[in-house]
C-alpha cells in the first residue's frame, strides 16, 4: 500500500498509478470558530441528503433531508440525475423558507474526482453502483451549476467539492485537532489524509503556508492492478464479475458494505452445495445475488450465545427451513471471517498511512454503516493497526455527519477566502 502511494503521488508514475492520491485542495484543517449560514449536498452511496447547517463556533445546528435517487437515474444520464438534485435542492429550499437567500454550498461528492480547484471536481469513474452517461471526464460543479440554471428558481453557488472521507475529517478535526486522517467503512471504503506538499509532485499550484494539503487517496482501487491477486478469492473473483465495474476497486470489493453480505453469501451456498450446512438444502433467497444484506453480518455475529436468535432469524428471513444449531456455529463463524478480514484489510491500509505521516499521535476520523453497527469492526481495527504501528499513539473516532458539517466547514473556508 505504501509503494501504491508513492506511485500515486509520483508525477512519472501518478498517470498509470491504480491508488490515485488526488490532491484535494483542502490545505488545512478548521480552525473551530468558523461561522455562517450553509447549504451541503451529500450525494455518494445509498442516500442522497440535502442540508442547511449553520456555524457557531461549536455550537452547529442542521436541518437535512433524505431524498431517494430513483435506480433509473442511477443509470441514466447525467442531465436526468442533475436535473433530479436541482429538484430536490429546490423542494427543500422551500420547505425550509430558504428559496430568497444565496447560501454558499458545499457539495459532497463522494466518486473518484481529479480536483483542478476546490470547487471544479472532474468525475474519473463512476462506483458503488451509480453509472449516469455524459459525466465520467466532466466538471460536476458545472453540471450542477447547469441544472440549476436550467430550473432558473433556485440561487445555488457550490463554492467547494470534497468526498465523505475529507467531510469525516474536517468535521472530527473541528474538535479534535490531532485529526489527521478521515476513513470511510460503509457502501464503499476510501481514505484521506494531510500530507506535505513537498511530497506531492503531482501538485502544480502554489506551495505557500500552509506546506500542506489534504490527499484523498482512493484506496478503494488497491490491487486493481493485480498485486492483490495472489491473496483474493474464488468468492473476490465472482463478486467482481458480476458487479458493475468489473476489475475495479478490488480492495473495497474485499471490505465494503456494498459486498461483503454478497461474500458470505457465495461461501455459505458453496457449503450447501457441498452438503456442509442445511442439510444441503437451501432456498431461492439463499440463491439469490445481493439477497444476503451486510448488516446480516452484523446481526448473526451479534449473537453471544447458543440461542442463536438474530442467526435462526437471518435464516427465517431467507427462507431457510432445515437448518441445525451446528449450521448457526457455521454460518457465525463464515461471518467471522470474512468481517476479521475486511477488518484487518482496512487496518492495514490505516497502518500505511501512518507510517506515511510518521507523527507520534493521530486521531483518524471514520464513518460508514460498517463501522459504525458491525460488533467487532472497530475492536478487529484497532487490535491489527497496534500491532502493525506499535510506535504511533492513535485513536478511532466515530465522525458524526461528516459529510454534511464537513462540506459547510470547507464552504466557510472556501467563501471566506474569495
Ligand atoms: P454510504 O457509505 O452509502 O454513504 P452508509 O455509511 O450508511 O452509507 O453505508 C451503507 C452500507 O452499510 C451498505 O452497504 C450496507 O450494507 C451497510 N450496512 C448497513 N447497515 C449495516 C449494519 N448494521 N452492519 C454492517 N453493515 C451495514
Avoid at 429550499?93 to 430568497?100: A, H, V
Wanted: net charge neutral; aromatic share 8%.
Amino acid at each position: 500500500m505504501l509503494d501504491k502511494f508513492r506511485e500515486g503521488l509520483a508525477a512519472e508514475t501518478h498517470p498509470t498509478a491504480s491508488v490515485k492520491m488526488f490532491a484535494t485542495y483542502v490545505r488545512q484543517t478548521p480552525k473551530g470558530s468558523e461561522i455562517g449560514d450553509f447549504l451541503a449536498l451529500d450525494l455518494g452511496g445509498t442516500n442522497f441528503r440535502v442540508l442547511h447547517i449553520q456555524l457557531d463556533g461549536q455550537d452547529t445546528k442542521m436541518e437535512s433531508k433524505i431524498f431517494l435517487i430513483p435506480q433509473v437515474i442511477m443509470s441514466g444520464t447525467g442531465v436526468q440525475l442533475f436535473d433530479h438534485i436541482a429538484d430536490c435542492i429546490y423542494k427543500f429550499m422551500k420547505e425550509n423558507r430558504l428559496l430568497d437567500k444565496e447560501l454558499p454550498l458545499g457539495f459532497t461528492f463522494s466518486f473518484p474526482c481529479r480536483q483542478e480547484g476546490l470547487a471544479k471536481a472532474i468525475l474519473t469513474t463512476w462506483t458503488k453502483g451509480f453509472k449516469c452517461e455524459g459525466v465520467e471526464g466532466n466538471n460536476i460543479v458545472e453540471l450542477l451549476h447547469a441544472a440549476v440554471k436550467r430550473r432558473g428558481d433556485i440561487k445555488v453557488k457550490c463554492v467547494a467539492v470534497i468526498n465523505d472521507t475529507v467531510g469525516a475529517l474536517m468535521s472530527c478535526a473541528h474538535s479534535d485537532r490531532k485529526c489527521a486522517v478521515g476513513i470511510i467503512l460503509g457502501t464503499g471504503t476510501n481514505a484521506c489524509y494531510i500530507e506535505n506538499l513537498d511530497n506531492v509532485e503531482v501538485w502544480n499550484e502554489d506551495k505557500n503556508e500552509p506546506k500542506t494539503v489534504i490527499i484523498n487517496t482512493e484506496w478503494g482501487a488497491f490491487g486493481d492492478d493485480g498485486c492483490m491477486d495472489r491473496i483474493r478469492t474464488e468468492y473476490d473473483r465472482q463478486v467482481d464479475k458480476h458487479s458493475i465495474n468489473p476489475g475495479m476497486q478490488k480492495y473495497e470489493k474485499m471490505i465494503s458494505g456494498m459486498y461483503m453480505g454478497e461474500l458470505v453469501r457465495l461461501v455459505l451456498e458453496k457449503l450447501r452445495r457441498h452438503n456442509l450446512i442445511f442439510c444441503g438444502k437451501g432456498s431461492e433467497d439463499l440463491s439469490t445475488r445481493g439477497r444476503f444484506y451486510t448488516k446480516y453480518v452484523s446481526e448473526i455475529e451479534s449473537d453471544i450465545d447458543d440461542g442463536f436468535k438474530n442467526t435462526k432469524q437471518v435464516f427465517e428471513e431467507l427462507g431457510l427451513e432445515h437448518y441445525l444449531v451446528e449450521d448457526c456455529r457455521i454460518a457465525q463463524y463464515v461471518c467471522s471471517l470474512v468481517s476479521r478480514r475486511a477488518a484487518y484489510l482496512a487496518a492495514a491500509g490505516t497502518a500505511a498511512i501512518l507510517h506515511k505521516m510518521g507523527r507520534h499521535e493521530v486521531t483518524v476520523a471514520v464513518d460508514g454503516s460498517l463501522y459504525r453497527f458491525h460488533p467487532h469492526f472497530h475492536d478487529l481495527m484497532v487490535e491489527k493497526i497496534q500491532a502493525l504501528c506499535p510506535n504511533t499513539r492513535f485513536r478511532l473516532m466515530l465522525s458524526h455527519d461528516g459529510s454534511g458539517k464537513g462540506a459547510a466547514i470547507v464552504a466557510c473556508c472556501a467563501s471566506s477566502n474569495t
